[in-house]
């Protein structure tokens, strides 16, 4: 059941205020003193006030919808996972909503304020890090969530995806296997998941009495980015022999500007990505890479999330789905 969301009345109540006054300072809020405004958005703040963009009705009942946030509608592992959720979520009658934060903590506040205010029975968040204001708002919302692509966190609720740090750190150990001593690790956007690569990364190398070094790009992840950090490894790092990179196009955009230099792969420089996207696996030769089951991820949240949402007992807290380590053909 959902919790009874916190009301215009109950702030006005609060503050000593009527109802549309509430209102109007919460769509204009230099339609009122600066310091009721500063009373009505303390206490809205403090109750975890959704706004109601729906009909009165879906607050007490089921709107048949699941709130979906994802860092990026562009990055093609949250396309896959989109697809896996879609495959549950259709046949049984549930519409998605859509929004993405960009790798921000205050834009997936802003986006989890939209997506809430339209009665959503849950949501799917694709991070473990939130703001404040963020988890009040899940807190006053009373339906159920699932964090997806990391287990290594602890969960709010209850987390689909795989360990992070573990798979980086077998990768990073399978380039050593192969004979890397000088292996760096590109990254993009210091995000959570991005940061527990690097701990793999790092406790990979450091267990092999080898130096770990962090080149990084604040820019989104692209091939053009990877193909930069390639020529600014060159410049600056000519003894790297190994590069593990955060994802698949930054290292499909190193593999090709080595190319471009004439640097032998995997004979100058080894390289491996993360996700397993089929461009890297077609490529030639085929690209080393920690092979992710997003789709298989998206499946099993939805259907762990509709199974609490229509009342069933809460599974696993953490559901591990793993991951496989595909050493191709750049190692």
Avoid: W
Wanted: aromatic share 6%; glycine share 8%; proline share 4%.
């Amino acid at each position: 059941m959902k919790k009874r969301r916190p009301t215009l009345q109950d702030i006005a109540d609060q503050v000593g205020a009527t109802k549309m006054t509430v209102s109007r300072c919460l769509r204009e809020p230099d339609t009122v003193s600066e310091a009721l405004r500063a009373r009505i958005f303390r206490v809205a703040e403090t109750l975890g006030y959704i706004p109601n963009r729906g009909p009165d009705i879906l607050s007490k009942s089921t709107s048949r919808a699941i709130g979906v946030l994802v860092p990026s509608l562009t990055n093609l592992v949250f396309a896959d996972v989109i697809k896996g959720i879609e495959s549950v979520t259709e046949p049984r009658g549930y519409h998605l909503m859509l929004a993405h934060y960009g790798y921000s903590m205050e834009m997936e506040e802003i986006s989890l304020s939209s997506l809430l205010s339209y009665n959503v029975d849950g949501v799917i968040l694709s991070e473990n890090q939130h703001t404040n204001r963020s988890l009040r708002m899940l807190e006053t919302a009373g339906i159920p969530t699932i964090e997806i692509m990391d287990t290594h966190s602890a969960p709010l609720h209850q987390a689909v995806g795989y360990d992070n740090v573990v798979a980086a750190y077998d990768m990073v150990c399978a380039m050593i296997k192969a004979g890397r001593r000088k292996i760096l690790y590109l990254a993009v956007r210091m995000d959570a998941r991005t940061l527990q690569r690097q701990e793999g990364y790092n406790k990979a190398m450091l267990e092999h009495g080898l130096t770990p070094k962090t080149l990084q790009s604040s820019q989104r992840s692209s091939f053009s980015v990877g193909a930069a950090l390639l020529r600014e490894i060159t410049s600056n790092y000519s003894q790297a022999d190994g590069l593990f990179c955060t994802n698949d196009d930054v290292a499909i955009g190193a593999y090709f500007e080595c190319l471009r230099q004439q640097l032998r792969v995997p004979q100058d420089m080894a390289i491996a990505g993360f996700h397993g996207h089929d461009v890297g696996q077609v490529m030639a030769p085929r690209l080393a890479s920690v092979v992710t089951p997003r789709e298989a991820i998206g499946e099993r949240a939805a259907t762990e999330l509709l199974a609490r949402i229509q009342g069933g007992p809460g599974g696993e807290p953490v559901i591990d789905l793993g991951y496989r380590i595909e050493t191709g053909g750049t190692l």
